[in-house]
């Protein structure tokens, strides 16, 4: 574009005509008077922008993509597409970094306007799933503590130590059997598609050797950890666990933790229990 041009829309600043251009980026459609904007050509604008709108979508549906594959696979590409270019309107990235761009997904699947939740309510929790997975990808990385070092540190006062969770775990609690329905979808061959969807899943989320896992845990097992997260010391943790369910297996759970590399600091608290 000229500068005469330019100065014929009486545009003084080129934050101004940016800001313009993305407004027509974002807008669910373009206003043809804004074209003149960019050349006074329309139909070249018109051609040259729809190419900007086109990559910007591919951009978004790819972005999201890649943080949510089961997701995709659910609903396939076309409606995929969709999805992504009027989520990209509605939630622009404050970031500029493509990884952050899906952050409120889940958020938008269950907006009314949207509608998608009325037919099929699991989709969201999918999405608030794989974004935890996502974010586990890109955590930042800590020494594990190993269950040697923790008893070295600790000796008779074990059951006061705290364990902190690892930044790369996450625990969720679905009211859908949206755990399931992403193991169903990572071609293990042992996990099928739920029969009932309608299923409560306690889930862990963890990293290890680079890689994030998603585990169903029990109810138990969600608690001691869960208490962990917030505070408590490893006897109080427990007891949760036992109070729960009276045949918890301390011991080989204790074991399992910590081959799952799970926590990564220990502090010994001042307290007894």
Not at 47 to 55: D, E, I, L, P, V
Not at 59 to 75: G, M
Not at 117 to 123: A, L, R
Request: a negative charge; glycine letters at 4%; hydrophobic letters at 45%.
């Amino acid at each position: 574009m000229t500068g005469s041009h330019l100065s014929s829309l009486n545009i003084d600043t080129l934050a101004e005509l940016q800001l313009r251009f993305s407004e027509q980026l974002l807008a669910p459609a373009v206003d043809a008077a804004e074209l003149t904007m960019f050349s006074a050509k329309s139909q070249q604008a018109k051609a040259r922008f729809a190419t900007y709108r086109g990559n910007l979508t591919a951009i978004w549906n790819q972005a999201l993509k890649n943080a949510y594959p089961v997701l995709y696979q659910l609903v396939g590409a076309e409606f995929f597409q969709q999805m992504a270019r009027e989520y990209g309107r509605r939630y622009p990235s404050p970031s500029g970094d493509l990884n952050e761009f899906g952050f409120f997904l889940a958020t938008f699947l269950e907006e009314e306007e949207f509608g998608v939740c009325t037919d099929y309510p699991y989709f969201s929790e999918v999405a608030r799933l794989e974004w935890q997975v996502h974010q586990t990808y890109y955590a930042e990385n800590k020494p594990a503590l190993t269950l040697p070092e923790l008893i070295g540190q600790s000796g008779m006062q074990f059951s006061e130590a705290h364990l902190h969770l690892n930044p790369a775990c996450k625990l969720i609690v679905s009211d859908w059997a949206s755990a399931e329905i992403w193991l169903a979808h990572q071609h293990l061959g042992e996990v099928h598609f739920p029969a009932e969807i309608h299923r409560k899943n306690h889930m862990l989320i963890h990293r290890q050797h680079w890689m994030p896992a998603v585990r169903i845990i029990d109810t138990a097992c969600y608690l001691a950890l869960d208490a962990l997260s917030k505070g408590a010391n490893v006897g109080q943790a427990l007891e949760l666990a036992v109070e729960c369910d009276a045949e918890f297996q301390i011991t080989e759970q204790l074991q399992q933790w910590f081959q799952w590399e799970l926590f990564c600091a220990t502090e010994m608290s001042q307290h007894t229990m």
